[in-house]
């Protein structure tokens, strides 16, 4: 199993599936979420002002008032399923981008896509002068990036000439 896969997928489904019940808490009125946290803060700086108990209880009944005009806990509580299914879906889709790298065969390193290259456009055949050439390696790289493509199968060496092998 895959830690990270799994971690991040975990994350993102339960992040998304927080944002949409808190979205369906204050039905998508992030206005009223807004001006809620406005008149908290005026009311917390209303009571450490050291205004009369009445102000500051007529303040905090106002709040109350706000609060229930802009939260919906029972819609969002009718709305969780919905709230789930996004985050699974968010879920299944993070889980399918993560692991669409993974999954990809390995490609091919600079130097090997190098000699492919040259190996395509001379016909399947070359040597190492032709390499040497054509591309920036050096006569070392050259031996050596063929000699891993002989040692993988996708090269056949016959006296000189290396011919590219079509699996």
């Known amino acids: 199993m895959n830690v990270p896969r799994l971690a991040v997928t975990l994350i993102a489904g339960l992040s998304a599936t927080l944002i949409a019940y808190s979205a369906f808490y204050v039905r998508g009125d992030t206005g009223g979420v807004m001006a809620y946290l406005r008149e908290h803060a005026q009311v917390r700086r209303l009571a450490g002002s050291g205004a009369d108990a009445g102000q500051v209880q007529a303040a905090r009944q106002h709040l109350a008032a706000l609060a229930g005009q802009v939260a919906a806990p029972d819609f969002a509580a009718r709305m969780l399923p919905v709230a789930l299914l996004i985050g699974a879906g968010i879920a299944l889709l993070v889980w399918q981008l993560f692991g669409s790298r993974a999954e990809r065969p390995e490609q091919a390193?600079?130097?090997?896509?190098?000699?492919?290259?040259?190996?395509?456009?001379?016909?399947?055949?070359?040597?190492?002068?032709?390499?040497?050439?054509?591309?920036?390696?050096?006569?070392?790289?050259?031996?050596?990036?063929?000699?891993?493509?002989?040692?993988?199968?996708?090269?056949?060496?016959?006296?000189?000439?290396?011919?590219?092998?079509?699996?």
């Open 109 to 167: 390193d600079v130097q090997e896509r190098m000699v492919l290259r040259l190996a395509y456009r001379k016909g399947g055949h070359f040597t190492l002068g032709d390499l040497e050439a054509a591309s920036p390696l050096s006569g070392e790289q050259a031996s050596a990036v063929t000699r891993r493509m002989l040692d993988a199968g996708r090269l056949s060496r016959e006296g000189e000439t290396f011919s590219l092998l079509v699996p």
